[in-house]
């Protein structure tokens, strides 16, 4: 008798402890993703994910959630290799509330969440231009416009003649330069190359700067415009080309090397590439 209750015990614990196991692969079972941090009215929401195991004749529930209520919902099917994708347009009258909006997904009793930033269009903006003054060189002007912030001033970067770009965030959002070639760009061999973009946060000190992805918008013979991320605590942003106006053409090459070398010793970038 105390033999058989010894073995229940045991017994119990065992499928305990297999159901906990289980229970905790299955939490990471799903995985959930969007296609970009911010979104705008009128911009496409991508939520896009993988399950690792698929059950026949389950649709995976996606929602979109703000404040408590549902602005979005859909169930679609899981493809065979175990991933889904579904887009919503950020527009209609749910679309309503500028913050912070959670994804849930879930499918056979399992459930992932992510989160992204909205923002209407109709606020949160504004467009101007300011001159940057160059050292025995006059001024050019630099076109901005940003959404979540302001800008407080466009300078350059004496240490290695990049823009520095100072900026008050009030929430997440983003800040799109247009950069006159003929003043300021980034090539090699005549060919447009990538300018090194640095993000600093409040009372951070440039060796404390990270590298962050761009999104290049537009491009033309006259100008390049790039559109970057920023968050509710960043302060700086420092752009790294391979050009400011004649006078320095000498110097260049330095200033690349320099450039390129910096970004080997700064933090890891804090933005995920999500698209080109």
């Not at 499928?15 to 911009?43: F, K, M």
Request: charged fraction near 15%.
């Amino acid at each position: 008798m105390y033999r058989n209750r010894i073995l229940c015990i045991i017994f119990t614990l065992i499928l305990t402890i297999g159901i906990t196991i289980h229970t905790a692969e299955a939490a990471e079972s799903i995985t959930v993703e969007t296609s970009n941090d911010v979104y705008y009215s009128g911009d496409f929401v991508v939520i896009f994910g993988k399950v690792q195991t698929i059950f026949e004749n389950t649709p995976i529930t996606i929602q979109i959630l703000n404040q408590g209520n549902i602005i979005g919902i859909a169930q679609i099917q899981v493809a065979q290799d175990g991933t889904f994708v579904k887009s919503f347009n950020a527009s209609g009258p749910l679309w309503v509330n500028d913050g912070t909006y959670q994804v849930s997904v879930s499918y056979a009793a399992t459930t992932a969440q992510t989160s992204f930033e909205f923002f209407r269009q109709t606020i949160d903006k504004s467009s101007a231009s300011f001159p940057v003054n160059i050292p025995n060189s006059g001024s050019f002007d630099i076109g901005y416009t940003i959404r979540g912030g302001e800008v407080d001033g466009i300078t350059m970067n004496n240490d290695r003649y990049s823009l520095l770009v100072e900026i008050t965030m009030s929430s997440s959002g983003n800040i799109i330069l247009q950069l006159p070639r003929e003043s300021f760009d980034a090539q090699s061999d005549g060919v447009d190359d990538s300018f090194i973009i640095l993000v600093g946060k409040e009372n951070s000190e440039p060796k404390n700067f990270s590298q962050v992805e761009y999104e290049e918008i537009a491009t033309s013979d006259n100008y390049r415009t790039v559109r970057i991320q920023l968050e509710n605590d960043d302060k700086w942003v420092d752009i790294i080309g391979t050009y400011i106006i004649p006078e320095f053409g000498s110097i260049v090459i330095i200033i690349l090397v320099v450039a390129v070398s910096s970004t080997i010793i700064i933090s890891k970038s804090r933005f995920s590439v999500r698209y080109n």
